[in-house]
């Protein structure tokens, strides 16, 4: 089966700074990498996604990169804001619409000081 | 976009009994939906997936006579765990998948 890596497991940064966040996965059928937000108590939030056919994907301050041939996939958020803080979940699965079931990494921590 | 609700968004209960947790989509059809457990500072753990009109399917190691799912429509799902003990004291999720996945907003359940 499919196994994502997820690193670091915490960030923190200083507001305004830019925030890295790095995926591998195992699996080179898995075409769709959606990214999520995770607030405390509360249900993952999905906030972009990115597919196989596509290299980069960017909306306002977030952006994914995917290198399908080193298995990777990173998300980056720049300009951060303490709104920002918040666990986020990188995931890989395969399939199209709504038949897919994605693998979750372990989770990273982000903590932006105001 | 489309939502997700799940009902209660927690529960307490005494060891021994058994807790119901709802999941609907409110706004879209949705023949397959999923259930998770997230232990805290841990990542989601798919427990298994709820088929509309069928059995569920279960992750390897949960126990489907105590997480009992049912799917009777395409927009409700329920997780039942019975006879629960405090080691079933976690934060459960479930998700449908309409053009994305969607996922609600959780059930935290608490045994004593």
């Known amino acids: 089966g499919e196994n994502v890596e997820q690193h670091p497991s915490t960030l923190s940064v200083q507001e305004g700074d830019s925030a890295v966040i790095k995926c591998t996965y195992s699996?080179?059928?898995?075409?769709?990498f959606p990214w999520y937000k995770q607030e405390l108590g509360k249900g993952p939030q999905l906030i972009i996604d990115i597919r196989s056919n596509v290299g980069e994907k960017k909306d306002q301050r977030i952006a994914v990169t995917l290198n399908k041939t080193a298995k990777h996939f990173s998300l980056h958020i720049t300009e951060t804001q303490p709104e920002d803080s918040a666990v986020y979940f990188c995931?890989?699965?395969?399939?199209?619409?709504?038949?897919?079931?994605?693998?979750f990494g372990r989770g990273t921590s982000l903590i932006v000081h105001p | 976009g489309a939502v997700v609700s799940q009902h209660p968004s927690w529960v307490i209960c005494k060891s021994g009994t058994s807790v119901k947790i709802e999941c609907r989509s409110l706004?879209?059809?949705?023949?397959?939906m999923f259930w998770y457990r997230q232990f805290p500072k841990q990542s989601l753990m798919l427990m298994a997936t709820s088929n509309e009109g069928s059995k569920a399917t279960y992750e390897q190691g949960v126990e489907k006579d105590k997480f009992l799912i049912n799917h009777a429509s395409l927009t409700l799902s329920t997780l039942t765990v019975t006879s629960a003990h405090p080691e079933d004291s976690s934060f459960y999720i479930c998700s449908a998948n309409g053009d994305e996945q969607f996922f609600g907003p959780g059930t935290r359940l608490t045994v004593l």
């Open positions: 699996d080179s059928a898995s075409n769709y």
């Open positions: 706004d879209f059809q949705a023949t397959t």
């Open positions: 995931a890989a699965s395969y399939g199209s619409g709504g038949s897919y079931i994605p693998t």
